[in-house]
């Protein structure tokens, strides 16, 4: 069992930073693959990133490819979510998630999520 918690939004105007912060308890979160998905009103989930749990290699979708940065800190239980370059778009709520399943992409196949946080970019 993992429980996450996300920290880190706000409102920040377009061309603006913010680190978004996952904090994981439970057992073995290293042995996890961790996602942050966002959700805008009235769409769908979509994936912004993901680490992979051994290798640390990353994804990233291509509306944010350049402009964030996804990294963990296993020892601390911590994943976090640098985001640089925001704009109008990024606008949604943020979640992290964890999977032990590979298809890193699909929010479906993630077991734990947190709550999520909030991230408002004006312009």
């Known amino acids: 069992q993992v429980q996450l918690v996300e920290s880190g939004g706000g409102l920040v105007q377009a061309g603006g930073s913010l680190r978004l912060s996952c904090a994981a308890s439970?057992?073995?979160?290293?042995?996890?693959?961790v996602g942050w998905f966002r959700q805008a009103p009235g769409k769908e989930r979509e994936i912004v990133s993901a680490?992979?749990?051994?290798?640390?290699?990353?994804m990233y979708a291509d509306s944010v490819a350049g402009r964030f940065t996804i990294s963990r800190d296993n020892a601390k239980n911590m994943v976090y979510l640098q985001m640089n370059s925001l704009k109008p778009e990024d606008t949604a709520v943020y979640y992290c998630?964890?999977?032990?399943?590979?298809?890193?992409?699909?929010?479906?196949?993630?077991?734990?999520w947190g709550q999520g946080t909030q991230v408002t970019v004006s312009s």
């Open positions: 439970g057992r073995a979160f290293g042995n996890y693959h």
């Open positions: 998630a964890a999977t032990q399943k590979s298809t890193i992409g699909d929010a479906d196949q993630y077991n734990y």
């Open positions: 680490i992979i749990r051994n290798t640390g290699a990353t």
